[in-house]
């Protein structure tokens, strides 16, 4: 899924997540689209770390992110 923007003091933010990256995996789950990263997000509660994997400039990278609460789709 690709990142066209990241918010600043967010999780993403936190753990180094950047416009332009493409995430492939949350915490081993595939990731191939937006639908697919709020599937993986409910497998995790607020203050648990995962592994992002993502694609930046060719190259593969793992992320460590520490989720916060929540915010509703608005």
């Not at 509660?45 to 929540?70: P, Q």
Request: aromatic share 8%; glycine share 10%.
């Amino acid at each position: 899924a690709y990142v066209g923007e990241v918010t600043p003091h967010t999780a993403a933010e936190k753990a180094g997540l950047k416009s332009g990256d493409i995430i492939t995996a949350i915490g081993g789950y595939t990731v191939e689209s937006y639908n697919d990263i709020k599937g993986a997000l409910r497998h995790f509660s607020s203050g648990e770390t995962a592994v992002l994997t993502v694609y930046r400039a060719g190259d593969e990278l793992h992320l460590s992110i520490t989720f916060d609460e929540a915010k509703p789709d608005t």
